[in-house]
């Protein structure tokens, strides 16, 4: 059974997904723990499901290393034997990748590397993309640049908004995630090994 800490900062849907595929007997994973770089409203999902949480916001720290050193100890905590970026904003010092890495895993809405960053959905509008996607990654210290565990291809529908097209992305990072996090559980997807590659 994979022990799982899923860091936010917003609404937690991907969250409240792997938290509904966790009530599943059968599903070989549990979220132990929730983190925040703010308070989120996520954290709604997490306490409905009796998941303790904390945060651990920037604006508290001296600068971005000490922040990272205050999270990588609130996520060792847990000990986790994966620690998922779920729509958690903000780029974790090389520390604490280090620390973490290979088990440490990131969904982002765009077929990497196509449209890296925070704005992945905006800039494939933006970019007269015909098709975008979801994809699940290995989080190194560059920015949605990690070694590609899963991703899906999506179109782009005449007259999509920034807002339509992601609640049509959403979907897809959900299963993926969760099918990601399955095949690592069954040992079908090797983090050490990938992260070689």
Known sequence: MLSLVVLISGGGSNLRALLEASEDAEFP???VAVGA??????????????IPTFSVAMTN????????????????????????????????????????SPNLINTHPAYLPEFPGAHAVRDALAAGAT??????????NGVDSGP???QERIPVLPGDTEERLHE??????????????????NSQIDLKELARS
């Not at 770089?37 to 009796?50: L, P, Q, S, T, V």
């Not at 098709?131 to 190194?140: E, L």
């Not at 959403?170 to 559980?185: C, F, M, T």
């Open 168 to 185: 049509r992305i959403k979907p897809v990072e959900r299963r993926l995630l969760i099918q990601a996090i399955l095949d690592i559980a």
């Open 29 to 31: 994973a549990r979220v």
């Open 61 to 100: 720290f001296p600068d971005r290393e000490a922040w990272g050193d205050s999270i990588l100890e609130q996520v060792l905590a847990w000990s986790p034997d994966l620690v998922v970026l779920s729509g958690f904003m903000k780029l974790l010092p090389p520390r604490v990748v280090a620390a973490l």
């Open 131 to 140: 098709q975008t996607g979801a994809s699940v990654i290995v989080v190194d």
């Open 37 to 50: 770089d703010r308070d989120a409203d996520g954290f709604e999902h997490a306490e409905e499901f009796g």
């Open 148 to 150: 590609i565990i899963s």
